[in-house]
């Protein structure tokens, strides 16, 4: 079991930056971690994951070159800087975590992802 606790969401003018923080109680050198969100109506969608044990990142084609994620490994934490933010990616973020399994990318994985935490909301304004 790993429990997740996001922090950062507020509200941000389009064009804006946010930062998106997640405590993890355990790291997991085999696990991909990551972020996924959903708004109302819309379904669950990964934005960005990266496997804990190779540093590897993974991005949606609708945050690429907009958000980064990153780890520390120390910490136990994962952040997620979003720049360049637009009305669309009002939603609520989850920090999710999940194994890696051989035949799934990483973004899968956090898609389907058991393991997350209570939610932050983004809210950007146009």
């Known amino acids: 079991q790993v429990q997740l606790v996001e922090s950062g969401g507020g509200s941000v003018q389009a064009g804006g930056s946010l930062r998106l923080s997640c405590s993890a109680s355990?790291?997991?050198?085999?696990?991909?971690m990551g972020w996924f969100r959903q708004a109302p109506g819309k379904e669950r969608e990964a934005v960005a994951g990266?496997?804990?044990?190779?540093?590897?990142?993974f991005y949606a084609d609708s945050v690429k070159g907009r958000f980064t994620i990153s780890k520390n490994n120390v910490k136990k934490t994962l952040d997620l800087q979003m720049n360049s933010v637009k009305p669309e990616d009002t939603a609520m973020y989850y920090c999710?975590?999940?194994?890696?399994?051989?035949?799934?990318?990483?973004?899968?994985?956090?898609?389907?992802?058991?393991?997350r935490g209570q939610g932050t909301q983004v809210t950007v304004s146009s």
């Open positions: 999710a975590a999940a194994p890696a399994s051989y035949g799934f990318t990483c973004l899968q994985r956090i898609q389907d992802s058991s393991y």
């Open positions: 355990r790291y997991d050198s085999t696990y991909c």
């Open positions: 990266i496997y804990i044990r190779t540093g590897s990142t």
